[in-house]
């Protein structure tokens, strides 16, 4: 507690939840308790509500696992997408970066996540059994695999290269412009389209 020392303990857990988030250090943990502290009653209750209702409204949705409110996403209730393309990536932030190349009109299936056995990600831990399931139910001619280019990406491409071949699907992969060892949401929107475009064909004999 010494180095909190001069902190009620009301404000001692504040900069302690700040600290609990991703890239926030105890400099600006502290600098946005202070803010909180400083604001008006009505933009820190604002803030606090903005919280709870992500928490209370966000769900996966039903279809393809990305986030929505209702049951379907926006991008699987839009009947202007192409159903017969499914992209698979490992976050709903690689949709999000996907969407902002404005290259792509079909439809998108979410892992939450890639394979890491080292991690104890299995596959069973991922949405991998739900994406069979919609290939085999009919209707998906290609399914482009664009988990990120590095290790586990590859690993998780390969995996789900071997169940879905059997489904007799058209499968690619992301082309390289793509640098190795990146993620998709770092990458520019030129960047995406040109990957997107230039994707090309999982060969049976290799890996992605």
Same mark, same amino acid.
Not at 80 to 109: I, K, N, T, W
Not at 151 to 156: I, P, R, W
């Given at each position: 507690? !010494?180095?909190?020392?001069?902190?009620?303990? /009301?404000? @001692?857990?504040?900069?302690?939840?700040?600290?609990?988030?991703?890239? @926030?250090?105890?400099?600006?943990?502290?600098? &946005?308790?202070?803010? @909180?502290?400083?604001?008006?009653?009505?933009?820190?209750?604002?803030?606090?509500?903005?919280?709870?209702?992500?928490?209370?409204?966000? *769900?996966?949705?039903?279809?393809?696992? %990305?986030?929505?409110?209702? !049951? $379907?996403?926006?991008?699987?209730? !839009?009947?202007?997408?192409? =159903?017969?393309? $499914?992209?698979?990536?490992?976050?709903?932030?690689?949709?999000?970066?996907?969407? /902002?190349?404005?290259?792509?009109?079909? $439809?998108?299936?979410?892992?939450?996540?890639? &394979?890491?056995?080292?991690?104890?990600?299995?596959?069973?831990?991922?949405?991998?059994?739900?994406?069979?399931? *919609?290939? =085999? +139910?009919?209707?998906?001619?290609?399914?482009?695999?664009?988990? %990120?280019?590095?290790?586990?990406?590859?690993?998780?491409?390969?995996?789900?290269?071997?169940?879905? +071949?059997?489904?007799?699907?058209?499968?690619?992969?992301? /082309?390289?412009?793509?640098?190795?060892? #990146? #993620?998709?949401?770092?990458?520019?929107? %030129?960047?995406?389209?040109?990957? &997107? #475009?230039?994707?090309?064909? @999982?060969?049976?004999?290799?890996?992605?």
């Amino acid at each position: 507690m !010494d180095e909190w020392r001069g902190y009620t303990p /009301a404000m @001692i857990r504040l900069a302690e939840e700040f600290g609990r988030l991703p890239g @926030i250090g105890r400099k600006t943990a502290e600098r &946005l308790t202070y803010h @909180i502290l400083k604001s008006s009653r009505e933009d820190a209750l604002r803030l606090a509500t903005a919280i709870r209702e992500v928490k209370e409204k966000v *769900r996966a949705c039903r279809e393809c696992c %990305n986030i929505a409110e209702e !049951d $379907l996403c926006a991008i699987c209730a !839009d009947p202007r997408r192409d =159903r017969s393309q $499914l992209c698979v990536v490992e976050q709903p932030r690689d949709v999000l970066a996907l969407e /902002a190349s404005g290259s792509y009109r079909g $439809l998108y299936h979410v892992l939450m996540g890639h &394979l890491n056995p080292l991690e104890g990600v299995e596959p069973e831990h991922l949405t991998i059994a739900a994406l069979v399931e *919609r290939v =085999r +139910r009919g209707g998906v001619r290609e399914v482009i695999l664009a988990t %990120n280019p590095n290790l586990e990406g590859d690993a998780t491409a390969l995996f789900l290269t071997r169940e879905l +071949r059997p489904l007799g699907v058209r499968l690619t992969r992301l /082309a390289r412009g793509l640098p190795t060892g #990146s #993620s998709l949401e770092y990458a520019s929107p %030129n960047i995406l389209a040109d990957a &997107l #475009s230039g994707r090309r064909e @999982i060969d049976a004999e290799t890996t992605p």
